[in-house]
């Protein structure tokens, strides 16, 4: 069982930053990859980066490359988010999920994460 607990939502003015966390914990915490969710209201789910845990390698959706960055502290058994330029339309709530080993070709969908974190609110103002 793996359990995923996000932090670092909050409120920031359009153009700032925030960074979120996903601290990774449970059996064989390592071997998971880690993508990173929002879901607005009235909102799909959108897919917006994952990370594999075999070579490091990342994935980002068109709507935030450039802006975000996914990286892995394995020490800290930590994933994060950096997320820069923010803008109103990046309200939402974040969350993120876990998928053995590497992040599937349909990592944006979600449909292959078997944990997910409770979610942390990010609130964008103009």
């Known amino acids: 069982q793996v359990q995923l607990v996000e932090s670092g939502g909050g409120l920031v003015q359009s153009g700032g930053s925030l960074r979120l966390s996903c601290a990774v914990s449970?059996?064989?915490?390592?071997?998971?990859?880690i993508g990173w969710f929002r879901q607005a209201p009235g909102k799909v789910r959108e897919g917006l980066s994952c990370?594999?845990?075999?070579?490091?390698?990342?994935y980002y959706a068109e709507s935030v490359k450039g802006r975000f960055t996914i990286s892995r502290d394995v020490a800290k058994n930590t994933v994060y988010l950096q997320m820069n330029n923010l803008k109103p339309d990046d309200t939402a709530v974040y969350y993120c999920a876990s998928e053995w080993l590497d992040c599937g070709y349909y990592w944006a969908s979600g449909s292959e994460y078997e944990h997910w974190g409770q979610g942390t609110q990010v609130t964008v103002s103009s």
């Open positions: 990370i594999s845990s075999t070579e490091g390698r990342t």
């Open positions: 449970g059996s064989s915490s390592e071997r998971w990859a």
